[in-house]
């Protein structure tokens, strides 16, 4: 079956740059959620939605970190004006359930972000 | 808030050896554990969780992790190692009743020598 996609896998941006990150999660799934992972680090919470609703935003590092999920499937993270430090791979996961109930966050394969 | 520590960034082990790799976590409510697995341009995959019940749960791939509440641990072990568990680990948490945010260790990486 499909799992968690995200678009594009490379993406290379010039310091200043917005960026717009794509994540399709598996069809039905309730929770959504952002990761960023550093070179040589674990993935970091950046925020959760469940359905349309973004429930939790406390882990975006900026107001240059904005992210939605407009009908309750799709999501996309935007970073405006893009730093080097922002270069990390993007992790999108999804599961089944909303909050209180404990399921398996599925991920996708990431995005890798380079800001030169 | 919940964290959980991984110590030793990069681990060598004989093909056929055991698989330690260690988790200690801290959460101030009984927690949710979990081990992942990331293997080269892939997305993490759940090798094993611990929710509640049995503390020695058995995953994926002949894994199988440990909950010791007392010791605030989650090891991962696998009794003979094989090439293709050559990936890198990450140990996470969550807490109960919360949005199932994870909060990741380093991650270890495992290199599995023939």
């Known amino acids: 079956g499909a799992g968690v996609s995200q678009s594009p896998r490379y993406k290379v941006a010039k310091r200043g740059q917005d960026v717009a990150l794509r994540c399709d999660p598996i069809?039905?799934?309730?929770?959504l959620f952002w990761y960023q992972q550093a070179l040589g680090q674990g993935p970091e919470f950046l925020t959760y939605?469940?359905?349309?609703?973004?429930?939790?935003k406390s882990g975006l590092p900026s107001d240059r970190f904005f992210a939605e999920r407009p009908e309750g499937s799709v999501s996309t993270l935007k970073i405006q004006r893009t730093q080097q430090e922002d270069s990390a791979v993007y992790l999108c996961?999804?599961?089944?359930?909303?909050?209180?109930?404990?399921?398996?966050?599925?991920f996708g394969p990431g995005t890798r972000l380079l800001v030169l | 808030a919940q964290s959980v520590t991984q110590l030793g960034s990069h681990v060598s082990v004989s093909e056929g050896a055991l698989v330690l790799l260690r988790c200690n976590y801290s959460s101030s409510v009984p927690p949710y554990l979990f081990w992942y697995v990331q293997y080269p341009n892939q997305g993490l995959q759940l090798l094993l969780k611990y929710t509640t019940g049995a503390t020695l749960v058995k995953g994926i791939n002949g894994f199988e992790a440990e909950f010791k509440k007392s010791e605030t641990s989650f090891h991962l072990t696998k009794p003979s190692a094989h090439m293709s568990d050559a990936a890198e680990y990450f140990c996470?948490?969550?807490?109960?009743?919360?949005?199932?945010?994870?909060?990741f260790g380093k991650g270890n990486q495992v290199v599995v020598i023939p």
């Open positions: 996961a999804s599961s089944l359930e909303g909050q209180g109930i404990q399921e398996t966050q599925y």
């Open positions: 996470a948490v969550s807490d109960r009743g919360g949005n199932n945010r994870l909060a």
């Open positions: 069809s039905g799934h309730v929770s």
């Open positions: 939605f469940q359905n349309e609703a973004q429930l939790d």
